[in-house]
């Protein structure tokens, strides 16, 4: 079941993206930028929208293999081949509104909690997603959130020129901002992490059971009490959020006596956490 979950939670992101997609954007032709923006351009033109997502992406992934690895890739052209099936089903149905506003809020919402939810298990949705983690490559510490409100706001640029329809690039632009304000507000909730620091006279047998039991990876420093004079071990431990009950209980159960400090991590990079590929 472990190793199923990550796939269920991406599909359930990819699943919320191409359904904020289809039946709010592309039916309203609201563009907000990226794949959805340009499959709604050409929807009004007869192109199926599940045909515009999957050429786009797989050029994409293309241009990206070299950068983001065959890893990143794989998952992508898989995301991509689903997300295209997906957006191709929902469209369809018949729009769930035609108020341009709630058309552009509630899509912007769902889309973006769908991509958040795809981030947080490092894969993507595709699209203008590919080219923020390319950019994010170089520049990790950037909100990607922001990277796709960049890009994005230079085809809703594009666009308006092409269209001249204002008022739909103003949605484009409030559905493309609620969006991006989304997405990083989940993404910080989705991988927010802890360090917890362990102060024990048990170090060793503590750290095995974390090991074994947790998956997490533990650093030994040596440690000396100010009052007491007494050598000790301080475990450091990085863990995510939800996690941390099971992390304070296996440790009382190792050690009643052990001293526990749970620090809140702004972002952690490595296996398990935050990685690109």
């Known amino acids: 079941m472990k190793k199923i979950k ?104 769902i889309s973006g909690l769908g991509t ?36 994005d706001g230079v085809i809703i640029s594009v666009s308006l020129i092409i269209f001249k329809n204002t008022e739909l690039a103003f949605y484009g632009i409030f559905g493309l901002i609620v969006s991006s304000i989304v997405i990083d507000f989940f993404m910080d909730r989705l991988n927010s992490s802890k360090l917890a620091l362990v102060v024990t006279e048990n170090g060793e047998e503590i750290s095995k059971t974390i090991m074994e039991n947790s998956k997490r990876g533990v650093t030994i420093l040596d440690a000396k009490g100010a009052y007491s004079k007494n050598r000790k071990n301080m475990l450091v431990c990085a863990i995510k959020n939800k996690q941390m009950p099971d992390f304070h209980k296996m440790i009382r159960e190792a050690d009643e006596n052990a001293f526990i400090i749970f620090l809140k991590s702004e972002k952690i990079f490595g296996s398990g956490f935050f990685v690109y590929q």
């Open 116 to 151: 958040a939810i795809t981030f947080s298990e490092n894969s993507n949705t595709g699209g203008s997603d590919i080219l923020g983690r390319l950019i994010q490559k170089k520049v990790p510490y950037f909100p990607i959130g922001r990277l796709l409100l960049i890009i």
């Open 6 to 109: 990550p796939f269920l939670i991406i599909f359930s992101g990819i699943s919320l993206t191409a359904f904020g997609v289809s039946f709010f954007y592309i039916p309203n032709k609201i563009v907000t930028g990226g794949v959805s923006g340009i499959s709604a351009i050409l929807y009004t033109l007869g192109v199926p929208p599940g045909i515009v997502y999957f050429v786009i992406n797989i050029l994409l992934i293309l241009i990206s293999f070299k950068a983001l690895g065959k890893r990143f890739a794989v998952r992508s052209a898989v995301s991509a081949l689903v997300l295209s099936a997906l957006v191709q089903l929902f469209s369809e149905f018949p729009p769930l509104t035609d108020n341009l506003f709630i058309a552009a809020f509630f899509g912007s919402i």
